[in-house]
């Protein structure tokens, strides 16, 4: 079993940045794919970004390219989300997500364990 945690959500206006974690507890993140995926009001869970267990292999979903960075410290069982000059629809709940795979996946089925989720608020 892994438990995830966010932090880091908050408001911010459009241009501005926020740095997302996920600490995980439970178990060691080695050999564990992970993500970050988003739901705004009365839309379907939609994938951000994730990351291979080693941190060579990530992914991004093209409304977030270039401007947010997918990271983890394995040594500190801890994932990171930085958000770069975040739009108005960058609005949503974030979710962390990890699989029992090392490798990565951009969709919520691949993965087994979720966090709780931090609200993300960009005004315009």
């Known amino acids: 079993q892994v438990q995830l945690a966010e932090s880091g959500g908050g408001l911010v206006q459009a241009g501005g940045s926020l740095r997302l974690s996920c600490a995980a507890s439970?178990?060691?993140?080695?050999?564990?794919?992970m993500g970050w995926f988003r739901q705004a009001p009365g839309k379907d869970r939609e994938f951000v970004s994730t990351i291979s267990s080693s941190g060579i292999t990530r992914s991004y979903a093209d409304s977030v390219k270039g401007r947010f960075t997918i990271s983890r410290d394995n040594a500190k069982n801890t994932m990171y989300l930085q958000m770069n000059s975040l739009k108005p629809e960058d609005t949503a709940v974030y979710y962390c997500a990890a699989r029992s795979l090392p490798t990565i996946a951009t969709v919520p089925g691949g993965y087994n364990f979720w966090g709780q989720g931090t609200q993300v608020t960009v005004s315009s």
């Open positions: 439970g178990r060691t993140l080695s050999g564990i794919g």
